[in-house]
């Protein structure tokens, strides 16, 4: 309880003006006060908080039927579970067609290196040049004799932050502002060219056989809250009618756009359609996640440091919390996802349940030592508790529930590593990843 530094006797011998400053000193620190308790109950970083917790069942029914066959599972238990991601976490997909429309912007047979034939493809959402639309920046070995498997996942800065090279195009969509980036007033610069280079091993995945795709996130939906007025939302939700508590937020709009540029590289002679592996980081990462889930297209999953709302448990209350996500990025998930704000044991799922939609296929969730911020325990539990369906579909789950030590990572039909370092995407990573796809993805 706060308490005035004034004693009831004292308060009475102030004028009338200082006892309303008086009062007014009182109200904003109770209200400090308040602010900093709401704050702590949004993140956690103390083991010895995390609360008891009970993980719902993956192979336990709604209606209390056990699912022991392959049958049941996709027949009842994960047409169900996908509903209820829908309903309770990220709303449906963007719902109406579209027509896609193709144009190459540029195509260079000698980039990085001479290692790498690279093309920018525009994708066009509707019959309007200037309506929604997304950039593919897509690389394949220089010396591929055929289609090959691929690697598609989102940047964060614009297609120009992947490589530094003075050709590729400038992003004109919408940007968070990056004084280190010379991003002001939300448009990109020439100073952003290759600040994401770090992040993306475009030799190594090409000298390893592999295409890689990458979009801007921004094309498909801007990440700001602004009611679904803009991105991939003006072409379907029209008039001003209030939003259904299930309506699909921006990681929605993400994973409908990643389902839209595999539609695209079915038609690539280059890009073996097939086999290509679903890659994202932090924020994207929850929606490789989820692109997974709803697309069972892609051939493998990977989830780099994705944290709450992505492959980490939310009963768990550990790192960023639920409450935490919906205030600082309200339009991420859906509105019923609220519910759950300081209120997690009261969900009827959890995220191994979504790490298990994408079974039979294969799983790399990775974390990093020093992001405690996406609880990189949690995380390795919800691959751990998504082995019941690996299992029912013969497929080999993590082999122990003990968390693998640093920079050991652990590979079966799923995946897991934890590495030195922090919150990033480092070569080490990518390393993992494209071992993990030789295993699974080259024929």
């Known amino acids: 309880m706060l308490h005035s530094s004034l004693s009831h006797s004292e308060s009475r011998q102030l004028s009338p003006v200082s006892r309303r400053i008086a009062g007014l000193l009182f109200l904003v620190g109770f209200l400090s006060m308040n602010a ?4 702590a109950e949004e993140y956690n970083y103390d083991e010895s908080k995390v609360p008891a917790y009970t993980l719902p069942d993956v192979l336990k029914a709604e209606d209390g039927t056990k699912i022991d066959s392959p049958e049941l599972w996709a027949s009842k238990r994960r047409p169900e579970l996908l509903r209820m991601f829908e309903e309770h976490v990220f709303g449906k997909l963007p719902q109406g067609e579209v027509k896609l429309r193709t144009k190459v912007r540029s195509e260079n047979p000698k980039a990085i290196n001479g290692a790498a034939l690279r093309r920018e493809v525009t994708v066009y959402f509707s019959a309007d040049d200037n309506g929604p639309q997304m950039d593919l920046l897509i690389y394949t070995p220089a010396n591929a004799k055929g289609p090959v498997p691929a690697f598609l996942g989102y940047n964060f800065n614009g297609n120009h932050s992947v490589e530094k090279d003075p050709a590729l195009n400038i992003t004109e969509s919408w940007v968070r502002n990056n004084k280190d980036y010379g991003i002001d007033n939300n448009k990109s610069t020439d100073a952003a060219r290759g600040s994401e280079a770090s992040r993306w091993a475009v030799e190594k995945i090409v000298k390893s056989g592999y295409g890689l795709i990458t979009i801007y996130y921004g094309d498909v939906d801007p990440d700001f809250d602004d009611g679904f ?15 259904a508590g299930d ?10 756009g990643l389902s839209r540029a595999l539609d695209v590289l079915e038609s690539d002679a280059k890009i073996d359609a097939k086999s290509v592996a679903v890659f994202g980081h932090s924020r994207l990462g929850k929606t490789s996640l989820w692109a997974g889930a709803t697309d069972p297209r892609f051939a493998m999953i990977i989830a780099n440091e994705s944290g709450c709302g992505g492959a980490a448990l939310s009963k768990r209350w550990y790192g960023e919390t639920v409450a935490r996500i919906n205030t600082s990025f309200p339009h991420w998930f859906c509105l019923n996802h609220r519910k759950y704000n300081n209120n997690e044991q009261a969900m009827p799922i959890d995220h191994h349940m979504l790490i298990a939609l994408s079974a039979p296929r294969p799983v790399y969730v990775a974390s990093a030592e020093e992001d405690k911020w996406a609880d990189p325990y949690g995380e390795f539990l919800g691959v751990y508790h998504a082995g019941p369906v690996y299992q029912l579909l013969s497929k080999k789950p993590l082999p122990s529930e003990k968390m693998p030590g640093v920079n050991e990572p652990v590979m079966t039909d799923v995946a897991y590593h934890v590495r030195t370092g922090e919150h990033d995407v480092k070569d080490f990573d990518w390393e ?4 993990f796809a030789d295993k699974h993805l080259k024929k």
């Open 36 to 39: 900093a308790e709401s704050a």
């Open 229 to 243: 007025k803009n991105g991939i939302h003006s072409l379907f939700e029209k008039g001003a009618a209030p939003r």
């Open 432 to 435: 993992q990843y494209i071992a």
């Open 247 to 256: 309506a699909g937020g921006s990681i929605s709009a993400w994973a409908w």
